[in-house]
């Protein structure tokens, strides 16, 4: 990974939103086992800053196929979407999303839209958190790292929770236990996980990459635990700047991870629309 120096003022909190979360995603991609590599059909490249992620057998219909992390230290422009494009066909990937922060998208983007055809179809919210102490926090849970033994177990309802198929999914999310840089944890109900959250530090970045409770086991503060948790492991590990992302509200729904990041401390820095490119019309 390259090492890239921060800006400074708002600038500098794009950067480290968006480089953060590039690198989680690179790494969640490229630490796959080879086997579950060349099933997913998995390849990971570095372009104009930024990661372009193709898994050209995604079961969960275009999540992992993933271009992000532009706009800091090289602009956005109709070249670089092309290349980007142009990766997403070479490895047989027919859907992808490109995820670009609204400070980074050039004058010309609409065109660029129309020219490539990127569509606009939802947003997620961009967070930031300082360092600072979390919130006190408890469960009847059992909450701890997880552990080479326990790792399937874990991906499977990390997974599960999520709403994702199985699968070849599992191994790939197991294999950050030997990734460096992840920090999962587990929430157990007895002997059986029920909830899962994980942690990625880069520099001194610290990524909220994920949390999700199995729904017979949900109201028991597990989530709450573990943010209380990733706080203080960032902290551990000199984090200087906590960032997460989590889908937008529209009108009438409510979105959960949005309130909790909001109660530990988290502050919304943007919204960054998710524009999809189909490799043939709909």
């Known amino acids: 990974m390259t090492v890239v120096e921060t800006p400074s003022g708002a600038a500098g909190e794009m950067a480290d939103a968006e480089l953060a979360e590039a690198e989680v995603m690179y790494a969640f991609e490229s630490g796959a086992p080879d086997t579950t590599r060349d099933a997913l059909g998995?390849?990971?490249?570095?372009?104009?800053?930024?990661?372009?992620?193709?898994m050209?057998?995604?079961?969960?219909?275009?999540?992992?196929?993933?271009?992000?992390?532009f706009g800091v230290t090289e602009p956005v422009t109709r070249e670089l979407v092309g290349d980007v494009l142009d990766f997403y066909r070479a490895n047989g990937s027919t859907v992808a999303c490109l995820q670009v922060a609204p400070a980074a998208l050039p004058p010309d983007w609409s065109d660029i839209?129309?020219?490539?055809?990127?569509?606009?179809?939802?947003?997620?919210?961009?967070?930031v958190r300082d360092a600072s102490p979390a919130p006190q926090a408890s469960t009847d849970l059992r909450v701890g790292p997880v552990t080479e033994e326990s790792a399937l177990e874990w991906a499977t309802v990390f997974c599960t929770a999520f709403g994702m198929p199985l699968g070849h999914l599992v191994p790939m999310v197991a294999a950050v236990v030997h990734t460096p840089g992840f920090h999962p944890l587990a929430a157990w109900d007895g002997d059986r996980v029920v909830a899962g959250a994980n942690l990625y530090l880069t520099g001194d970045r610290a990524s909220f990459c994920g949390a999700a409770t199995l729904e017979q086991a949900r109201g028991r503060g597990a989530q709450s635990v573990f943010f209380r948790d990733r706080v203080e492991l960032a902290r551990l590990h000199a984090a200087r700047v906590l960032v997460a992302e989590t889908y937008t509200e529209d009108e009438g729904e409510h979105n959960p991870s949005l309130h909790n990041m909001h109660r530990i401390g988290f502050r919304d820095l943007y919204v960054r629309h998710n524009w999809v490119w189909h490799a043939t019309p709909r």
């Open 42 to 54: 998995i390849a990971t490249t570095r372009l104009g800053g930024g990661v372009v992620l193709s």
């Open 56 to 69: 050209r057998n995604d079961p969960a219909g275009g999540y992992w196929n993933k271009a992000l992390g």
């Open 113 to 127: 839209c129309i020219e490539l055809g990127l569509e606009d179809r939802s947003a997620w919210v961009k967070l």
